[in-house]
């Protein structure tokens, strides 16, 4: 399965995509407020082999359709530049019902403030709207990362609660903020 946006083509990972995949997944700026990384190559491989597995709609690769310039000169069509996660049951302090979805979402670097993750993580959202049983997306951002709360902004997702040493990583617990949409058709 796959999403088309105007510059964009969503669909799986696979396990040849690792060298795309860790241009951002090893890059500590990327992981600055992320729950994840920054990876080793092992890490990104088996971060791989099992989105491999998960597929659609657990794991969507963001790729370009055309060419685009980074930092470091272009950057070929068909390159997987991010991906959106989206997550069932089990995750961490969110209301456990089966009716509701948490998205996550990453861009490589080079490519931010270009509107990427925007059209990616609505084109995802409005797959999820075609499932009747689904009544919410949430999203969790760390209070102090402006783009994530942004792109939850384009989305349409409102502030909830914010949720206190929500995510421990490497000793430090961080705070997160919690969003909401509700998929009302
Ligand atoms: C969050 C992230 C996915 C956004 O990707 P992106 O493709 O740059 O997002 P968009 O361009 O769609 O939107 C980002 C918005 O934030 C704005 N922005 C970026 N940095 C900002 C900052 N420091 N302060 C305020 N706004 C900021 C951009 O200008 C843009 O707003 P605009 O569309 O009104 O111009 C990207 O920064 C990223 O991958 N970060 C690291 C991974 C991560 O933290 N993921 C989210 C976990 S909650």
New binding site residues.
């Given amino acids: 399965m796959t999403l088309e946006t105007a510059r964009l083509l969503l669909r799986p990972f696979t396990t040849e995509d690792a060298a795309d995949v860790h241009v951002y997944a090893s890059d500590p700026a990327?992981c600055?407020?992320?729950e994840w990384g920054p990876n080793s190559e092992e890490d990104t491989r088996e971060w791989l082999e099992d989105a491999e597995a998960a597929g659609i709609p657990a794991h969507w690769a963001i790729t370009l359709r055309d060419d685009a310039v980074g930092a470091a000169g272009r950057i070929p069509a068909g390159t997987v530049v991010?991906g959106v996660g989206v997550y069932g049951e089990n995750r961490g302090p969110l209301d456990a019902s089966p009716s509701i979805r948490e998205l996550?979402?990453?861009?490589r670097r080079d490519?931010?403030?270009?509107?990427?993750?925007?059209?990616a993580v609505r084109a995802v959202i409005e797959a999820l709207i075609e499932q009747d049983e689904l009544e919410q997306v949430h999203?969790?951002?760390?209070p102090e990362?402006?783009?994530?709360a942004?792109?939850m902004a384009?989305l349409g997702l409102s502030l909830v609660r914010r949720i206190e040493n929500d995510v421990e990583r490497d000793g430090q617990w961080m705070h997160s903020d919690l969003y909401a949409l509700s998929l009302a058709r």
């Fill in positions: 990327v600055r407020f992320t991010g996550g979402w990453v861009v490519l931010w403030g270009r509107g990427i993750a925007t059209e999203a969790r951002c760390r990362h402006k783009a994530s942004k792109v384009h």
